[in-house]
């Protein structure tokens, strides 16, 4: 496995994310989706990985995860991603490198931010123009943070925490807020916590 800047701790928040190689999708149909979220349901429970936001699209992903054991969040996700590479090789009879390197990882500690991170990750789907509306597109658990649909992939004690009265979440998500602000806003606390670290 390749050294890795960030850490993984025990209690930390990290903001996975990666595409596919050469931008190419990552998910040809429904069932891949279904598989990846499967096998993400047995490694979160093996190795006591908190799911807080997740969308996949067709040629990407976004998780925002919580290292809930001392077994490094860069193991399960290993595991995670290559059986899902050799699935799709085996299935597809194709060859070679699903996605574009190893997964990309940032820590994220503020709090406001994780809840801003949620926001950017879930609006995903109709930012990129895959459906008007976000209950539209069901591989993401913006369904669950709304309370729309009982599902096993998502903190519900860390939504409750944050948004207990119901459609608050919603409203939320769907002020609007380009892509672009959302980025440099996020960009902008990468860059502090970076400068606090020296």
């Not at 290292?67 to 009879?93: E, G, R, V």
């Not at 069901?138 to 369904?143: A, K, M, Q, T, V």
């Not at 096993?152 to 009265?165: A, Q, T, W």
């Amino acid at each position: 496995m390749a050294k890795r800047s960030v850490k993984f701790i025990k209690g930390r928040f990290y903001h996975i994310y990666n595409r596919g190689a050469n931008k190419n999708k990552i998910f040809f149909e429904k069932e891949n989706y279904i598989y990846l979220l499967k096998k993400l349901r047995y490694y979160k429970n093996k190795y006591e990985v908190s799911v807080l936001a997740y969308c996949l699209m067709p040629n990407h992903y976004h998780f925002l995860l919580r290292q809930d054991s001392n077994t490094p969040l860069n193991i399960p996700l290993a595991y995670l991603f290559n059986s899902y590479t050799k699935a799709i090789n085996k299935k597809y009879k194709r060859t070679g490198t699903l996605f574009e390197g190893s997964f990309k990882s940032i820590e994220v500690e503020d709090v406001n931010y994780i809840v801003e991170l949620c926001k950017y990750i879930h609006r995903n789907p109709i930012d990129d123009r895959l459906v008007e509306k976000l209950e539209d597109w069901e591989f993401s658990n913006y369904l669950e943070w709304i309370g729309k649909r009982k599902g096993n992939i998502i903190d519900l004690e860390f939504r409750d925490k944050h948004f207990s009265i119901a459609g608050s979440y919603e409203r939320f998500v769907l002020e609007h807020v380009s892509i672009k602000q959302a980025i440099k806003s996020l960009k902008r606390y990468l860059i502090e916590q970076q400068s606090k670290k020296k």
